[in-house]
Nanobody
């Protein structure tokens, strides 16, 4: 069965950094576009960053210049490097694999607070 397992979330002070990882299994990873979404309390889930199978990247305006999405097809893993974190980045971050079907991870909490 397909599994997307996120890791790397936690509590960080404003201005700090975190790196999220999402390990995929059960899919031909290199054929899937991989995305990170986030959902803050009381808000809709929003797209944060996307990386296509050909490694073209797209970012939400709110994270451009601070976040970097990357993928390692040999490890079936997508990463989200988050720098200069702000309190408004606080959310549950979800990994998404988009191909023949769409799959979701269980989410990892990121809290930015002093």
């Amino acid at each position: 069965q397909v599994q997307l397992v996120e890791s790397g979330g936690g509590l960080v002070q404003p201005g700090g950094s975190l790196r999220l990882s999402c390990a995929a299994s059960g899919i031909i990873f290199r054929l899937y576009a991989m995305r990170w979404y986030r959902q803050a309390p009381g808000k809709q889930r929003e797209l944060v960053a996307s990386i296509a199978s050909g490694s073209i990247t797209v970012y939400a305006d709110s994270v451009k210049g601070r976040f970097t999405i990357s993928r390692d097809n040999g490890k079936n893993t997508v990463y989200l490097q988050m720098n200069s974190l702000k309190p408004e980045d606080t959310a549950v971050y979800y990994c998404n694999a988009d191909g023949q079907r769409a799959y979701w991870g269980q989410g990892t909490q990121v809290t930015v607070s002093s």
